[in-house]
């Protein structure tokens, strides 16, 4: 899972003028209120204070854009699909204690979250092919701020479930928490730069060299 690199781009342009004589307000049947866009801009603001905010037309291009592409499949599209998968590990991240989040990613996500679980929403979650299009934005104004501490996550989980088959143990049982995987990291590091002297292939390879246990 690579956070921050989709395959599938969002076809949003962040950076266009609104031309007010063809402005859009909806997308399809769906409505685009004013008050809606102006909650998600407050929002994308406390993700990144950096974003330009997005205008009624720029999310309704967006949209009908998105249901212009295949208009006989109702699915979600790729780049929302990519973009929600990123929005559970978001969601994963806050919940376990043992990764001892930093405050400000803690902030962001929890701003995040709280605008997905609004009844509020700018596009209803079941509509064909744009539902959830505003939660994906949100992600999306995110990627500058969130990605290092979400790929510091994945390779958390990545290294503490190492960990956890090296000793025996069940992974629900074993402690590892976020200045284990910085011990971790390192030993690994460590490893892959023996590699090349030594002819060690993997962390897991260095086993007869070094095994690393965390307490």
């Known amino acids: 899972m690579n956070i921050g690199q989709y395959k599938f781009e ?7 003028v609104e031309n007010e004589m063809h402005r859009r307000h909806s997308i399809g049947q769906i409505e685009i209120s004013d008050y809606a866009v102006d909650l998600l801009n407050q929002t994308i603001e406390k993700v990144d204070g ?3 905010p997005l205008s009624t037309d720029q999310i309704a291009s967006c949209g009908r854009q998105l249901q212009q592409e295949n208009t006989a499949d109702i699915r979600l599209p790729l780049c929302i699909f ?23 990613a803690s ?23 744009v539902g959830h299009l505003d939660d994906v934005i949100l992600v999306e104004a995110a990627k500058n701020t969130l990605t290092t501490e979400l790929e510091n996550y994945v390779d958390f989980r990545r290294l503490r479930k190492l960990e956890a088959y090296l000793q025996g143990m069940p992974l629900n049982a074993f402690t590892y928490y976020r200045e284990n995987w910085l011990e971790s990291k390192a030993a690994e590091q460590a ?13 897991r390879s260095g086993l007869e060299v070094r095994i690393f246990k965390v307490h």
Request: with cysteine; glycine share 2%.
């Open 10 to 16: 969002l076809p949003l342009d962040w950076g266009s």
């Open 50 to 52: 950096c974003h330009l």
């Open 82 to 104: 990519e973009r929600f998968r990123t929005l559970a590990l978001m969601d994963a991240m806050v919940k376990d204690f043992d990764w001892k989040i930093e405050d400000v």
């Open 107 to 129: 902030y962001r996500i929890e701003v995040i979250l709280d605008y997905v679980k609004r009844h509020e929403e700018l596009i209803p979650f079941n509509a064909p092919r």
């Open 191 to 203: 490893l892959i730069r023996n590699q090349r002297e030594n002819g060690l292939s993997s962390y």
